[in-house]
């Protein structure tokens, strides 16, 4: 038998394996350890800011898997730059790798915490979420308020990181004290959705 | 240090293979585009048959994590852009980005001119990125793949993909052993 038709049997009997080999990515359901979920809770490893998930973005941060849990109308209208829509109920049926650092957002953060927990649950360990959803991305990130008294070089980080998402800082009353280490942005009186 | 001998090794190896098949010869990947010579298409197809064996086979028998591999982001609608500029190029000069090395290396004066070309491209789509980046960020989708797109098990996608494959090789083989 011809070399090339060896060759090609036997990818042909390889890829034809595959389907009873099991998946890529093993990502097992396992029972939820309630001590770990409630050690991240507690220690904060549970959640990034929308600042920094927008610093991680503009790095190209390797492995970042931003997720939209909204529906996908709600996607379509308006989403993180990067991200990819997987609704809350298709969460389950996702792969996700063991490398990939998982971003979890919704609308202003309830549902993100829910998956967070349903992602735990499937024995996810490298899932966070962003606790005031695409609303702290608006406020923090596209449109932040900045104190008058800004000093430049915070002033010049939030307008670079602003302005590389398409947005513009706003300029907000004067802030006493050590703006830049106390209150870096001031944030609005929108009621946390977490 | 390690990773860039690593790096250096598989580059020339792949230089190699792309001269052995006859790919620094810009007439003949050409032809690809207008349907008289199948090299292309069978050195592309039986090497992403082999890489995409090699990882699901590599990572089932634990000889490394394919979970750590790097996955690109799509961003649809300026990648296809992108594409259809890249097919332009590859067809007029009847070479693309690795095969126009392999033809300067080989001595051919197409390679140079190509790559020539190729940075000069790069440094104009430089200068003009801050205005072209919001097209550059558009329509994005993740780390989009067949089975996410499909909601298949990894293995059906393997399977479909690697029947896709080799039956587009046989009817290539079939249709060089005519007379």
Avoid at chain 1, 101 to 107: A, H, M, R, W
């Amino acid at each position: 038998m011809k070399l090339v038709r060896q060759l090609g049997i036997g990818a042909l009997a390889l890829g034809l394996g595959a389907p009873f080999a099991g998946s890529f990515f093993r990502t097992q359901p396992r029972a939820l350890d309630l001590d770990s979920i409630a050690r991240a809770i507690d220690e904060g490893s549970d959640h990034v800011s929308a600042r920094q998930l927008a610093q991680w973005i503009r790095d190209h941060r390797p492995g970042l898997r931003v997720i939209d849990v909204r529906s996908p109308a709600e996607f379509r209208d308006d989403a993180i730059p990067t991200a990819e829509n997987v609704p809350i109920d298709q969460l389950a049926k996702a792969h996700f790798a063991p490398g990939q650092t998982i971003v979890l957002y919704s609308q202003e953060g309830a549902h993100a915490g829910q998956a967070w927990v349903i992602l735990r649950s499937l024995g996810v360990t490298q899932a966070v979420f962003v606790p005031g959803g695409l609303a702290d991305w608006r406020e923090e990130v596209l449109y932040p308020l900045l104190p008058a008294n800004a000093s430049a070089t915070e002033r010049a980080q939030v307008e670079a990181l602003s302005h590389y998402f398409g947005g513009a800082p706003r300029i907000g009353p004067e802030q006493g004290g050590d703006v830049a280490s106390a209150a870096p942005i001031v944030h609005g009186t929108r009621r946390r959705g977490c | 240090m390690n990773d860039l001998l690593m790096a250096g090794g598989i580059g020339a190896a792949f230089g190699c293979a792309l001269e052995c098949a006859g790919l620094g010869d810009p007439p003949k990947l050409a032809g690809q585009f207008y349907l008289r010579d199948f090299t292309v298409l069978k050195v592309m197809l039986s090497a992403m048959l082999t890489a995409m064996l090699g990882a699901f086979w590599g990572g089932q028998l634990g000889m490394f994590d394919s979970a750590a591999f790097y996955l690109p982001d799509t961003y649809l609608l300026p990648q296809l852009l992108g594409g259809m500029v890249f097919g332009l190029g590859f067809v007029l000069s009847g070479l693309c980005p690795g095969t126009s090395c392999v033809a300067l290396a080989s001595g051919r004066i197409e390679g140079a001119a190509t790559m020539l070309g190729l940075f000069v491209g790069v440094l104009l789509v430089g200068l003009a990125f801050p205005a072209i980046e919001p097209f550059y960020r558009s329509t994005p989708f993740g780390s989009l793949t067949l089975q996410r797109l499909t909601g298949l098990p990894d293995g059906v996608v393997v399977a479909l993909v690697t029947v896709v494959a080799v039956s587009v090789l046989a009817w290539i083989a079939k249709r060089e052993a005519r007379p």
